[in-house]
Protein backbone atom coordinates (compact mmCIF):
# COMPACT_ATOMS: atom_id res chain seq x y z
CA UNK A 1 0.00 0.00 0.00
CA UNK A 2 1.15 3.65 -0.74
CA UNK A 3 2.49 5.31 2.22
CA UNK A 4 2.49 9.44 1.50
CA UNK A 5 2.90 12.58 4.28
CA UNK A 6 1.43 15.58 4.54
CA UNK A 7 1.91 18.67 6.11
CA UNK A 8 -0.29 20.89 8.28
CA UNK A 9 1.35 24.45 8.15
CA UNK A 10 0.06 27.72 9.45
CA UNK A 11 1.43 31.21 9.61
CA UNK A 12 0.09 34.09 9.86
CA UNK A 13 -3.62 32.86 10.18
CA UNK A 14 -3.41 30.97 6.44
CA UNK A 15 -2.65 27.55 6.07
CA UNK A 16 0.21 26.33 3.61
CA UNK A 17 -1.78 24.54 0.90
CA UNK A 18 -1.46 23.11 -2.74
CA UNK A 19 -3.71 24.39 -5.24
CA UNK A 20 -4.17 22.38 -7.93
CA UNK A 21 -6.43 22.59 -11.26
CA UNK A 22 -5.78 18.91 -12.45
CA UNK A 23 -7.34 19.13 -15.98
CA UNK A 24 -10.15 21.34 -15.18
CA UNK A 25 -10.90 19.89 -11.91
CA UNK A 26 -9.90 22.82 -9.13
CA UNK A 27 -9.20 21.78 -5.51
CA UNK A 28 -6.99 22.65 -2.49
CA UNK A 29 -4.97 19.80 -1.00
CA UNK A 30 -2.27 19.54 1.81
CA UNK A 31 1.23 19.79 0.53
CA UNK A 32 3.25 17.09 0.93
CA UNK A 33 3.46 13.01 -1.63
CA UNK A 34 4.80 9.49 -1.50
CA UNK A 35 7.63 8.24 0.93
CA UNK A 36 10.26 7.04 -1.16
CA UNK A 37 11.68 3.45 0.01
CA UNK A 38 14.59 4.78 1.24
CA UNK A 39 13.34 7.38 3.51
CA UNK A 40 11.61 7.42 6.92
CA UNK A 41 8.19 9.36 7.29
CA UNK A 42 10.38 12.55 8.75
CA UNK A 43 12.85 12.87 5.63
CA UNK A 44 9.48 12.35 3.24
CA UNK A 45 7.93 15.23 4.74
CA UNK A 46 11.06 17.71 4.63
CA UNK A 47 11.60 16.73 1.05
CA UNK A 48 8.29 16.82 0.17
CA UNK A 49 7.57 20.23 1.70
CA UNK A 50 11.01 21.66 -0.17
CA UNK A 51 10.03 20.45 -3.41
CA UNK A 52 6.33 21.41 -3.24
CA UNK A 53 6.66 24.58 -1.37
CA UNK A 54 10.13 25.95 -0.64
CA UNK A 55 10.30 25.95 2.82
CA UNK A 56 11.84 24.70 5.88
CA UNK A 57 9.76 22.99 8.52
CA UNK A 58 10.44 22.11 12.15
CA UNK A 59 8.95 20.20 15.13
CA UNK A 60 6.68 17.94 13.00
CA UNK A 61 3.73 16.05 15.02
CA UNK A 62 1.94 13.50 13.67
CA UNK A 63 -1.62 14.02 13.84
CA UNK A 64 -3.91 12.45 11.79
CA UNK A 65 -3.42 8.90 9.89
CA UNK A 66 -5.79 9.39 6.74
CA UNK A 67 -6.72 5.99 5.21
CA UNK A 68 -7.41 7.24 1.98
CA UNK A 69 -7.78 4.01 0.49
CA UNK A 70 -6.46 1.31 -1.63
CA UNK A 71 -5.31 3.57 -4.10
CA UNK A 72 -3.77 6.32 -2.24
CA UNK A 73 -3.27 4.77 1.00
CA UNK A 74 -2.29 5.76 4.00
CA UNK A 75 -1.03 9.41 4.44
CA UNK A 76 0.42 10.42 7.50
CA UNK A 77 -0.45 14.16 7.90
CA UNK A 78 1.89 16.67 10.74
CA UNK A 79 1.10 19.74 12.07
CA UNK A 80 4.71 21.33 11.85
CA UNK A 81 5.94 24.66 12.56
CA UNK A 82 7.34 27.32 9.20
CA UNK A 83 10.48 27.89 9.66
CA UNK A 84 11.78 29.73 6.94
CA UNK A 85 11.55 30.56 2.74
CA UNK A 86 9.26 32.40 0.14
CA UNK A 87 6.64 29.82 -1.13
CA UNK A 88 7.06 28.57 -4.33
CA UNK A 89 8.10 25.03 -6.33
CA UNK A 90 11.09 24.01 -6.37
CA UNK A 91 12.21 24.59 -10.42
CA UNK A 92 13.48 20.85 -9.90
CA UNK A 93 10.49 19.16 -8.80
CA UNK A 94 7.96 17.15 -10.40
CA UNK A 95 5.24 19.21 -10.05
CA UNK A 96 7.09 22.21 -11.86
CA UNK A 97 8.36 19.80 -14.72
CA UNK A 98 4.50 18.96 -14.71
CA UNK A 99 2.95 22.61 -14.53
CA UNK A 100 5.37 23.16 -18.10
CA UNK A 101 2.23 21.12 -19.92
CA UNK A 102 0.12 23.50 -18.77
CA UNK A 103 -3.13 21.16 -18.12
CA UNK A 104 -2.34 19.49 -14.74
CA UNK A 105 -1.41 23.04 -12.32
CA UNK A 106 0.22 22.94 -9.05
CA UNK A 107 0.44 25.90 -7.27
CA UNK A 108 1.47 26.37 -3.07
CA UNK A 109 -0.46 29.19 -1.53
CA UNK A 110 -1.22 30.85 1.61
CA UNK A 111 -4.75 30.16 2.40
CA UNK A 112 -7.10 32.25 4.57
CA UNK A 113 -7.67 30.26 8.00
CA UNK A 114 -11.52 31.84 8.18
CA UNK A 115 -12.26 30.51 4.55
CA UNK A 116 -10.94 27.06 5.25
CA UNK A 117 -14.22 25.79 6.22
CA UNK A 118 -15.98 26.50 2.67
CA UNK A 119 -12.89 25.56 0.69
CA UNK A 120 -12.64 23.35 -1.73
CA UNK A 121 -9.79 21.46 0.47
CA UNK A 122 -9.79 17.99 -0.47
CA UNK A 123 -11.01 15.32 1.05
CA UNK A 124 -13.72 17.35 2.50
CA UNK A 125 -13.49 14.74 5.68
CA UNK A 126 -10.13 16.06 6.36
CA UNK A 127 -11.29 19.61 5.92
CA UNK A 128 -13.70 19.63 8.43
CA UNK A 129 -11.45 17.81 11.30
CA UNK A 130 -8.42 20.40 10.08
CA UNK A 131 -11.21 23.39 11.05
CA UNK A 132 -12.29 21.39 14.10
CA UNK A 133 -8.90 21.21 15.25
CA UNK A 134 -7.49 24.59 14.55
CA UNK A 135 -10.33 25.92 16.45
CA UNK A 136 -9.91 23.61 19.15
CA UNK A 137 -6.20 22.16 19.62
CA UNK A 138 -5.05 19.32 17.59
CA UNK A 139 -4.84 16.08 19.38
CA UNK A 140 -2.25 14.37 21.59
CA UNK A 141 -2.64 11.50 19.71
CA UNK A 142 -3.14 10.94 16.05
CA UNK A 143 -6.43 10.80 15.33
CA UNK A 144 -7.57 7.97 12.97
CA UNK A 145 -9.62 9.59 9.23
CA UNK A 146 -10.91 7.08 7.59
CA UNK A 147 -12.11 8.40 3.68
CA UNK A 148 -15.49 6.76 2.69
CA UNK A 149 -16.46 9.02 -0.03
CA UNK A 150 -15.09 8.80 -4.06
CA UNK A 151 -12.38 11.53 -4.20
CA UNK A 152 -13.00 12.16 -7.62
CA UNK A 153 -8.80 12.06 -8.63
Not at 20 to 32: A, E, P, Q, V
Not at 73 to 93: A, K
Amino acid sequence: MRISVRAIIIKDSQILVMDRDKFGFKYLSLIGGGKEANETEIEALHREVWEEASIKIADPRLVIIEDAGDVYGIQYIYLCTYLSGEVHLDENSDEAKINQAGKNLYKPIWFPLKDLPTSNLLPIELRDLLVEYINSGFPDQPFNLKINQDRRF
